[in-house]
């Protein structure tokens, strides 16, 4: 695909997300029109939108879930346009689900062990990890980040909703992410439980960026410090959040008349 | 929300402590399992030759197949109907490169060269056929791997250069070293006992180990398994050629046992007995295909005289397994260790409230119920 060359000088180009006239067809529906947009490292985006406006659409073209029709995506410079998810992962992104995408049969612990292991060697080893394997440190503590080390060797089929949205993100943070895709984090969360969620995003470590899609503006406007609006697949306003907040067009379009 | 995790922790701390505690051998602490292993270390002296073969080693060979199916199943998700093939692939294999009564196939190669012959090609063609499989969920998997086991199954009756078609393979050489006849009754059970025991721990422990845990992973949700960095099909066909291998193994067995091997062996019919096995005795943990498979012989050898004293005809027998198997998955949904479970936990809830009147801690009695 790239010479070496080309893809050397893109490293220079220094955004973490670079996506260029990305376009996703479902059939005849357009699920993404035309998307460009440029994320730097570090950067914490949110990125809102009514229903069907595409935002899940567009992270599925991002990690490779659903691949693009047609346009291209960089990762740290990296054209991963034709990549499967894992290769995508591996190198360093995240994502979350609006749903959440656990493994219920399996224990708390072992779910985060899980997304330690598939961003390290080993991931076919017969050998079960002794008592001092650096991975399952490394799972315990994220599952203590996450507020769930009282559960940590209970099913996760028995967790409550809340704590299953909180392993949700601990799954995201496994490894050395460099940039993560929040799926709508805060959906079904309790008050103190979104406070939770909030301090949680607001810790991390800041060359981690982020994407969130969040349809609770008073969390998505507190953790990031730029916005997307997006509407029938195509990106419909970029810019602060206190821009985006007082704009009359996304008000009309998006926060109805009816809000707050 | 810390306040409700809080309140659950103290519910079950023991239950946590205990569990990570378990996590080097399983049920090194379990008095029922060491007597099993001790009743099945000294059955010669207890069994006579019958028993001992026909009863305990077919049920060990049958609970071996049975065992790599779990593995896909319980651990993998994916139901595979051509375990059996492969065993009978690999039970084929032996007599063709080993001694046989059909010198005009057999290569004649010693024990010791064409077992491991056998396994390779056996594991090979189980993970050529696993690859296949893994692009398809669900229904597609049992369909895919159904045509398999019937395809091969045609293929030896009509095949008369390598399988010698419908009359198979018969008076397979059976291994005889250090003076000993290991086909003889006493050996050959303590082969295979090693074999079983061999294999029923490997699975164990593989299922706690990043393979086994990476799989079970996969059949929870695929989807995410990519999303944390796991190649799904990767991990999938792996597991194909570690069940492969595992039913390898019980076909040399199988062809010990019988010393022939021919088409009926590998029949559709038998490929669904293995199913049927693993349903029944239960697919989520590697001892549930051995208790299956001593339901499937105890009924195979025994209904057919029972139902011949009521009058019936003895090859009904297969009707008697159909009933219990409708039983059992209508009652149970994880076969006879799910029966067994649900009947602990209501012990043990019994023995709780009863305990908890007397102050004794109860609790988890048993971690491998």
């Known amino acids: ?260 | 929300m810390s306040l409700a995790h809080d309140a659950r922790v103290t519910v079950r701390p023991t239950a946590a402590v205990q569990r990570s505690k378990l996590r080097g051998w399983p049920e090194i602490d379990n008095p029922a399992a060491w007597t099993m292993a001790a009743i099945l270390l000294i059955m010669p002296l207890i069994a006579n030759g019958f028993f001992l073969i026909e009863i305990f080693a077919t049920t060990l060979i049958l609970g071996l197949m049975a065992l790599s199916l779990m593995f896909l199943a319980g651990y993998g998700g994916m139901v595979s109907l051509m375990q059996l093939t492969i065993a009978g692939f690999s039970a084929y294999m032996v007599a063709v490169f080993g001694v046989s009564g059909n010198a005009n196939i057999s290569l004649g190669w010693p024990w010791w060269l064409a077992v491991p012959m056998a396994l390779a090609l056996a594991t090979i063609f189980g993970t050529l056929g696993g690859a296949l499989a893994v692009r398809t969920e669900g229904i597609y998997t049992i369909m895919i791997t159904l045509a398999i086991g019937a395809a091969f199954y045609y293929f030896t009756n009509q095949n008369w250069a390598i399988f010698n078609g419908h009359t198979g393979i018969n008076t397979v050489a059976t291994p005889h070293f250090w003076g000993i006849n290991w086909r003889s009754d006493i050996p050959f059970y303590y082969i295979v006992l090693a074999v079983a025991a061999t294999c029923y721990f490997a699975v164990d422990y593989v299922a706690r180990a990043p393979f086994g845990l990476a799989l079970q992973g996969v059949r929870d949700n695929p989807r995410r398994m990519a999303a944390l960095g796991f190649n799904v099909n990767a991990h999938r066909v792996a597991a194909y050629a570690f069940a492969s291998f595992v039913a390898a193994l019980a076909g040399v067995l199988q062809v010990w046992n019988y010393r022939q091997i021919s088409p009926g062996s590998v029949s559709v019919g038998a490929c669904i007995d293995v199913l049927i096995i693993a349903v029944v005795g239960g697919i989520t943990r590697p001892i549930g295909p051995f208790i299956g498979a001593l339901i499937f012989v105890l009924l195979r050898t025994f209904a057919l005289d029972f139902l011949v004293k009521l009058g019936l005809d003895g090859n009904r027998f297969r009707l008697l397994i159909g009933l219990g198997f409708l039983a059992i998955v209508f009652w149970s949904s994880d076969g006879v260790i799910g029966l067994w479970q649900s009947w602990r936990r209501r012990q043990r809830s019994g023995a709780a409230s009863s305990s908890g009147r007397h102050d004794r801690g109860s609790g988890q009695g048993s971690s491998h119920g």
């Not at chain 1, 346009?81 to 689900?97: A, D, N, Q, S, V």
């Open chain 1, 1 to 260: 695909m790239d010479s070496v060359a080309q893809r050397l000088s893109s490293v220079g180009a220094g955004a973490a997300l670079e996506l260029r006239g990305v376009t996703r067809l479902f059939g005849a529906l357009a699920a993404l029109t035309d998307v460009t947009m440029t994320v730097r490292p570090g950067e914490r985006r949110a990125v809102l939108g009514s229903n069907g406006a595409g935002k899940t659409t567009l992270f599925n073209c991002i990690t490779g879930d659903f691949p693009p029709s047609s346009g291209t995506i960089r990762f740290f410079g990296e054209d991963v346009t034709h990549f499967p998810p894992y290769e995508r992962i591996r190198r360093g992104l995240r994502r979350t689900y609006q749903i959440s995408a656990l493994f219920p049969g399996l224990t708390v612990q072992d779910n985060v062990y899980l997304a330690c292991r598939g961003v390290s060697r080993g991931r076919f080893s017969f050998l079960r990890p002794g008592q001092n394997d650096a991975l399952v440190h490394a799972a315990e503590t994220l599952v203590q980040a996450v507020h769930l080390t009282g559960v940590k060797d209970q099913p996760v089929a028995e967790l409550a909703h809340g704590q299953q949205r909180q392993l949700e993100i601990a799954l995201a943070l496994a490894g050395a992410p460099r940039f993560v895709l929040f799926d709508e984090p805060a959906a079904g969360l309790s008050p103190t439980e979104r406070a939770e969620l909030i301090e949680i995003l607001t810790s991390l470590p800041a060359h981690i960026g982020y994407i969130i899609i969040e349809h609770d503006m008073d969390v998505a406007l507190r953790v990031v410090e730029s916005v997307t609006m997006m509407h029938n697949g195509r990106i419909f306003k970029e810019g602060l959040p206190q821009e985006i907040e007082s704009d009359p067009e996304v008000q009309e379009l998006y926060l109805g008349a009816g809000h707050e």
